[in-house]
Nanobody, 128 residues
Framework: QVKFIESGGGLMQAGGSLRVSCSSYATDGRTFVSFAMAWFRQAPRKVRELVAAISWNGQVTSYADSVKGRFTNSRDNRQATAYLQMNNLKLEDAAFYYC??????????????????WGQGTQVTVSS
């Protein structure tokens, strides 16, 4: 069994920064390095959308157009943790943020349906 737990959400003013983390806990020998990792977000009355994804070795990334240049997705395989650094936050970034994982094949998955494991989510609130 493998679990992913997010932390680091909270309240920030527009223009500020937050970093959310996603730590992996596996009990069946599966290692964090096996997974592609992604961040999705969902705001009230909106569909869940991809924010960013990163390959198992961190060399391939994908970002939603709305966050390019502001958000950075990274991972530390030794710490079994993925990070989403969010800078210059905007009101429209407010949402519940989820980390997700799936076994990495050849291409970096970018659809929610392609991810098998999900964290419980963390709330990000942006104030004006």
């Amino acid at each position: 069994q493998v679990k992913f737990i997010e932390s680091g959400g909270g309240l920030m003013q527009a223009g500020g920064s937050l970093r959310v983390s996603c730590s992996s806990y596996a009990t069946d020998g599966r290692t964090f390095v096996s997974f592609a990792m992604a961040w999705f977000r969902q705001a009230p009355r909106k569909v869940r959308e991809l924010v960013a994804a990163i390959s198992w070795n961190g060399q391939v990334t994908s970002y939603a157009d709305s966050v390019k240049g502001r958000f950075t997705n990274s991972r530390d395989n030794r710490q079994a943790t993925a990070y989403l650094q969010m800078n210059n936050l905007k009101l429209e970034d407010a949402a519940f943020y989820y980390c997700a994982a799936t076994y990495m094949l050849q291409e970096l998955p970018t659809l929610a349906s392609q991810y098998d494991y999900w964290g419980q989510g963390t709330q990000v609130t942006v104030s004006s």
